[in-house]
């Protein structure tokens, strides 16, 4: 039978997960769909890798190159199954799939899907890996070490800060080459992800303070708050006046984490409170609102249900 005549869907999903409902399609829907496909002469077949990689495939890492071949076999009928975690590891699979085939715009996409997908689980490792992934495709496919940095930035403190060890190693590398690129002006040349070949400048030297504005009017833009408060706090330390910065800075704060740490109100308060020191009482109410909101918001809701 031609392939004009010939339908196969791909099934994807982590294999850890979503058993009942990969069998609910094979065993229920997809008979169904045969038998309505047989009737008007269409072949209909499909493919679980979760049955069709072998073990000595999988050890000879050829595991990427047979979904790959699978999956452009099947095109356009693609089923992707996940609760919202497997989704994110899904997504992230796919992306990197595309950077592979070298659509970059499509991986780019993708990896913008899990980071969301990753801030509303509250998954940081997920997130870190997405954002490193980002600013890898911006540094070495595009050649925007600028754009990439803030990326990088937040991935490491999201590693570092949350104990990821390997992953903290995986980073470190690459945000050091990306901090000395962006720094000199430098383009991404392939080897971005610190192999050893990449030589340092020169000379080094700290960004400006044009230059760190430009960075966190760019985190900020694209709601990567942790970079945006690192950027901000080294604009404080170069002189710049807390009037304009503390507007930005609260706001990085508040949603830099889904919970507001000890540390972050403590900022905060003492933000605050030098606003007010310096006659801006204005500008700081309604920050303080926004903070009290904050708070209010983390409070455990009280249950409607009385206990006799």
């Known amino acids: 039978m031609p392939d004009n005549r010939q339908?196969?869907?791909f099934i994807s999903s982590t294999f850890r997960?979503?058993?009942r409902e990969r069998d609910l399609l094979v065993k229920k829907v997809f008979p169904a769909l045969r038998q309505k496909c047989a009737a008007r002469y269409v072949a209909f077949n499909e493919v679980d890798l979760r049955w069709g990689i072998t073990d000595e495939q999988a050890a000879e890492g050829k595991v990427l190159p047979v979904?790959?071949?699978?999956?452009e076999h099947c095109r356009p009928y693609f089923i992707g199954l996940g609760?919202?975690?497997g989704m994110q590891r899904s997504l992230g699979n796919q992306a990197l799939i595309l950077m592979v085939r070298g659509d970059l715009g499509g991986s780019m996409a993708l990896h913008k899907q899990k980071e969301q997908i990753c801030r509303e689980l509250g998954n940081k490792n997920g997130l870190a890996i997405s954002l490193i992934n980002q600013a890898l495709l911006l540094a070495d496919k595009t050649s925007q070490p600028a754009a990439a940095l803030p990326?990088?930035?937040e991935a490491y403190r999201l590693a570092s800060g949350h104990g990821y060890i390997t992953l903290v190693a995986q980073i470190k590398p690459i945000l050091e080459s990306l901090r000395r690129s962006a720094e000199s002006g430098m383009t991404g040349d392939g080897s971005v992800a610190g192999d050893g070949s990449t030589q340092p400048p020169p000379t080094q030297c700290e960004p400006s303070i044009s230059d760190l504005r430009a960075m966190a009017s760019n985190a900020l833009t694209r709601q990567l708050w942790e970079a945006a408060e690192t950027?901000?706090?080294r604009l404080l330390?170069?002189?710049?006046?807390?009037e304009t910065i503390a507007s930005n800075l609260v706001t990085a704060l508040l949603n830099a984490h889904h919970a507001l740490t000890p540390q972050a109100i403590t900022r905060i308060e003492s933000l605050l409170a030098q606003l007010e020191a310096g006659g801006h009482a204005a500008l700081a109410?309604?920050?303080r609102e926004r903070l009290t909101a904050k708070l209010a918001a983390s409070q455990p809701k009280k249950s409607r249900w009385k206990l006799w």
């Open 67 to 71: 979904c790959l071949a699978e999956i």
């Open 231 to 233: 950027y901000l706090e």
């Open 285 to 287: 109410s309604p920050l």
């Open 83 to 85: 609760n919202k975690d």
């Open 151 to 153: 990326l990088a930035e």
């Open 237 to 242: 330390k170069m002189g710049e006046p807390v």
């Open 7 to 9: 339908i196969r869907v």
């Open 17 to 19: 997960d979503m058993k």
